[in-house]
């Protein structure tokens, strides 16, 4: 059984940013920091760039962005600290979306100079729906920047979560001074590119400390008046509002010069939330529960291109699992065994005997996966909130070569089993159309598709807005739907009916005209959003 220590010292988060505000730079110092990688400033080569220890795919070191999530366990200060890193490209947005659903808090990277940017609403939506407590990390603080008070406005207004700092910047770009740590009252002045556990921090007893006259000269008076605003118009910090998810503390630092990223860390592992209890469709599961649950939120494929794997991601949501033991595969009702399950720190993977509620581990699959599938050690339930997101892009796919449909059918079959992407077929499965949320899918797939299974395809554009789930309260409603809309209907890999409108001026008239039917943006969810 899972002992409570082995549940609440562990931390399981992702970091996430629009591209470019330093999630890379980020990832690589808290490497560096739980002594998983040694080689500092590796972000800045172009040359270790490309083997970054978070990509690993061949396409992705061909293009220089990372399209798979690995998952990265390190040690720091008596946590063990599982790191889910996400693709920073929007097109492969949905990898990062049903990551978020296995981490228990994020942390979210803003460029000062950039502020909040599309892709950082979109991420913090995902957060929103779940309740997922978040952290954020203003970076770039050795750049003339805006304004702090401006950009926490800004977080405020357009990620719709209230902020409080956490640390205050000390002037800014050519004139950065460092930060004042709000949390423990502490001076971090600023050397450019500190070396790991090399930060000059300085405690003081208050904002008010002569020490901080002596150290910051002018630049004292607007530090005093900064902190006497924030604490006039911020709420104390409070770490259950935190993990509520109803407030974001604030940092402020700059990931390339290792600065601020140990006092994030350190407040990071005290505040942020071990793993805590997941809904199932019939009841909710807490951690520390004697039998081991867990869910697949990720599957990839071929890992190494010498064999035809597949990893399915797992995340265990409670008890132990062990090598060896044979657990439940609740929708083939199948009873399964992993020899060899493993942790990954990229390309290198080590085999585990045991892991606990948080950990994420890599299971070989011949083909038994889907995502959301959940494991169990006999009962019946589904892990929920695991939704595929409405794509934004679709595509007819078409066969080149008639002599290999069969690898084409299965190929396509196993890459959205991955959630590459997502298929809907019309005419009884002959026609498919294949729906992403980025141009770039169509080319991972085209790319996969003859490397993997040596089918060659075409994608012809179509002209579909959107993609909705129907339902009904009255199964007539939903027949006389689907007859009445045939052609703009399509199912799902699971068979469920999905209407695919053509522009979102149809789609208010085809929901204004349609009261019996529900419209659902998310596959396996009631709450209508559209991500
Ligand atoms: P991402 O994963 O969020 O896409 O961002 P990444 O860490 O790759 O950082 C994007 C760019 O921002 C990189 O520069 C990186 O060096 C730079 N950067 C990260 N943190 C800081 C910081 O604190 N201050 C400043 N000034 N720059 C920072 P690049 O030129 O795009 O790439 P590279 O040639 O340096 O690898």
């Not at 934004?392 to 590459?420: A, C, H, W, Y």
Request: proline content about 5%; charged content about 25%.
């Amino acid at each position: 059984m899972d002992t409570p220590e082995n549940i609440n010292n562990r931390r399981t988060f992702a970091i996430i940013s629009h591209p470019d505000a330093g999630k890379t730079t980020l990832t690589e110092k808290f490497l560096l920091f739980g002594g998983a990688i040694q080689t500092a400033g590796a972000v800045k080569s172009n040359k270790i760039r490309k083997s970054a220890t978070s990509d690993f795919m061949e396409i992705e070191k061909q293009r220089g962005i990372s399209v798979a999530t690995s998952v990265m366990n390190f040690e720091y200060k008596d946590h063990s600290v599982n790191l889910l890193d996400t693709p920073g490209h929007k097109d492969f947005a949905e990898d990062t979306y049903r990551t978020l659903t296995a981490v228990d808090s994020v942390i979210l990277v803003i460029d000062c100079v950039k502020g909040v940017e599309e892709q950082t609403e979109k991420l913090m939506n995902v957060c929103r729906m779940r309740n997922t407590p978040v952290i954020i990390f203003i970076n770039k603080l050795d750049r003339e920047g805006r304004n702090p008070f401006e950009l926490l406005d800004e977080l405020e207004e357009k990620l719709n979560i209230k902020v409080r700092p956490l640390s205050w910047p000390i002037s800014m770009g050519s004139t950065f001074k460092g930060v004042y740590n709000l949390y423990n009252d502490s001076l971090n002045l600023f050397t450019p590119n500190t070396k790991a556990n090399d930060e000059h921090v300085i405690n003081t007893k208050d904002i008010n400390d002569p020490v901080l006259d002596k150290r910051l000269g002018k630049y004292v008076e607007q530090l005093r008046e900064d902190v006497d605003l924030i604490q006039g118009v911020y709420d104390p910090f409070d770490r259950h509002t935190y993990q509520s998810g109803d407030v974001a503390p604030v940092f402020f630092g700059s990931a390339i010069n290792n600065f601020g990223v140990k006092e994030l860390l350190d407040t990071f592992i005290d505040i942020a939330p071990p793993p805590g209890p997941r809904e199932t469709n019939t009841r909710e599961v807490k951690p520390d529960e004697p039998k081991f649950t867990g869910f697949v939120f990720k599957i990839h494929a071929n890992l190494d291109p010498k064999h035809r794997d597949r990893i399915a991601f797992l995340r265990i949501c409670s008890g132990k699992f062990e090598r060896g033991k044979f657990f439940h595969h609740v929708r083939l009702g199948k009873e399964l065994r992993f020899n060899s399950p493993a942790t990954f720190m990229a390309q290198s993977k080590s085999i585990i005997d045991e892991a606990y509620p948080g950990d994420v581990i890599g299971l070989y699959d011949t083909g038994n996966f889907k995502i959301g599938d959940t494991l169990t050690e006999g009962e019946d339930m589904t892990f929920k909130g695991i939704p595929r997101f409405s794509p934004e892009i679709f595509k007819e796919l078409i066969n080149k070569d008639p002599m290999k449909s069969k690898q084409l059918e299965k190929g396509i079959r196993q890459l959205t089993d991955e959630g590459v992407a997502q298929l809907f077929t019309q005419n009884d499965g002959n026609r498919k159309i294949v729906g992403t949320v980025g141009e770039l899918q169509f080319e991972v797939i085209q790319y996969r598709l003859m490397n993997e299974y040596g089918a060659s395809c075409s994608f012809v554009p179509l002209s579909v807005y959107k993609a909705c789930w129907i339902t009904a309260k009255n199964p007539r409603d939903l027949e006389e739907f689907t007859r009445y809309k045939s052609s703009q209907l399509a199912y799902d890999k699971d068979g469920n009916p999905v209407y695919l409108a053509d522009s979102q001026w149809m789609l208010d008239q085809i929901i204004q005209n349609n009261p019996g039917i529900t419209f659902h943006f998310l596959s396996d969810s009631i709450d209508e959003m559209a991500v």
